[in-house]
C-alpha cells in the first residue's frame, strides 16, 4: 500500500510526464511547420515515450492500492527559433524531469517503501538515456551551427526514430 506523500508525488510525476508528451508534441509540431520532418518525427516519438511513462506510473499507483488523481497539464510552448533552441529546451526539460525522479527516489526511501524505491530505479536509468540522448542532439547542433546542409542530414538521421513500448520492470 502506498502512503499519502508517494501517492501524491506519483500523481504529480503522471502529470509532469503528461506535460512532458504535450511538450514534445508541441515541438513536433513546431518542426513540422519548418518543414524539418525528421525532427518532427523524433519528437512525436518522444511524446509517445513519456506517455508510456506516465501509463507506467498510472498502472503502479493502481496496483499498489492508491488512488490515481489526473491533474490539469500545463500549456507548453508553441514554438522555438531553431531545431538547437527547441533541442536545448528539450535538455533542460530532461534534467528537470531527473531532479522529479530523484525526489521520488527521496520519498521513497524516507517512508520506507522497498516496492516504490525498487519500481523508481527504471526510471532512474531511462532518464539518464533521456539526458544523454537530448545532449548528444544538442552537441550535434551546435558542431553543425547554421550550415543548413548539415542540419538536414542531422533533420534526416533523427527521422528513422520509431517507437518501442519500454520494457517492464
Same mark, same amino acid.
Do not use: P, R
Given at each position: 500500500m502506498l502512503t499519502e506523500r508517494m501517492t501524491k508525488a506519483l500523481n504529480e510525476q503522471i502529470n509532469a510526464e503528461m506535460f512532458s508528451a504535450y511538450l514534445y508534441l508541441s515541438?513536433?509540431?513546431?518542426?513540422? %511547420?519548418?518543414? @524539418?520532418?525528421?525532427?518532427? =518525427?523524433?519528437? #512525436?516519438? $518522444?511524446?509517445?515515450?513519456?506517455?508510456s511513462h506516465a501509463m507506467k506510473i498510472y498502472d @503502479?499507483?493502481?496496483?499498489r492500492g492508491g488512488r490515481v488523481e489526473l491533474l490539469a497539464i500545463e500549456e507548453p510552448a508553441k514554438s522555438w527559433e531553431t531545431p538547437l533552441a527547441a533541442f536545448e529546451?528539450?535538455? $533542460?526539460? %530532461? $534534467?528537470?524531469i531527473t531532479g522529479r525522479i530523484n525526489d521520488?527516489?527521496?520519498?521513497?526511501? %524516507?517512508? #520506507?517503501?522497498?516496492?516504490?524505491?525498487?519500481?523508481? $530505479?527504471?526510471?532512474?536509468?531511462?532518464?539518464?538515456? %533521456?539526458?544523454?540522448?537530448?545532449?548528444?542532439?544538442? =552537441? #550535434?547542433? #551546435?558542431?553543425?551551427?547554421?550550415?543548413g546542409n548539415a542540419i538536414f542530414m542531422v533533420d534526416r538521421e533523427l527521422g528513422s526514430r520509431t517507437f518501442t513500448l519500454p520494457t517492464p520492470a
Open positions: 515541438m513536433s509540431a513546431c518542426f513540422s %511547420e519548418m518543414n @524539418y520532418s525528421g525532427f518532427a =518525427q523524433w519528437m #512525436k516519438v $518522444q511524446a509517445m515515450e513519456e506517455m @503502479y499507483v493502481i496496483e529546451a528539450a535538455y $533542460q526539460h %530532461e $534534467q528537470y521520488l527516489m527521496n520519498i521513497a526511501i %524516507e517512508e #520506507k517503501d522497498h516496492a516504490t524505491n525498487i519500481f523508481l $530505479q527504471w526510471f532512474v536509468t531511462e532518464q539518464v538515456e %533521456e539526458e544523454a540522448s537530448a545532449d548528444e542532439i544538442v =552537441q #550535434k547542433l #551546435k558542431l553543425v551551427g547554421d550550415h
